[in-house]
């Protein structure tokens, strides 16, 4: 299963960028989709994630600025961030964990984006 991500870019602090992550592949069903993002010299980190059923999480730091959703038809999942600040600054990593279909049997997979960056700077 190949996640590709797009919408990334530079913003001034304040501003709001739409990440979006779509899954290809012969998926069956993707269980969790997730947002992780990695600043330079620290750990990557778990930003959101949502579940097929739509329950979310969110780091603490993001809680009221970003929001994540997901398009089960589409098997694709988005970031919404508003009010950016400079300390969210990083590299953006889709995930997505399921079942696919490889060959004539139902396996699990758990797949990562390649990334995108996001840069907020004035």
């Known amino acids: 299963v190949q996640l590709v991500e797009s919408g990334g870019g530079l913003v001034q602090p304040g501003g709001s960028l739409r990440l979006s992550c779509a899954a290809s592949g012969t998926i069956v069903s993707i269980n969790v989709m997730g947002w992780y993002r990695q600043a330079p010299g620290k750990q990557r980190e778990l930003v959101a994630s949502i579940t097929i059923g739509g329950s979310t999480t969110y780091v603490d730091s993001v809680l009221g600025r970003f929001t994540i959703s997901r398009d089960n038809a589409k098997n694709t999942v988005y970031l919404q961030m508003s009010t950016l600040k400079p300390e969210d600054t990083a590299v953006y990593y889709c995930?997505?964990?399921?079942?696919?279909?490889?060959?004539?049997?139902?396996?699990?997979?758990?797949?990562w984006g390649q990334g995108t960056q996001v840069t907020v700077s004035s």
């Open positions: 995930n997505a964990n399921g079942f696919h279909r490889d060959r004539l049997r139902t396996e699990q997979f758990a797949s």
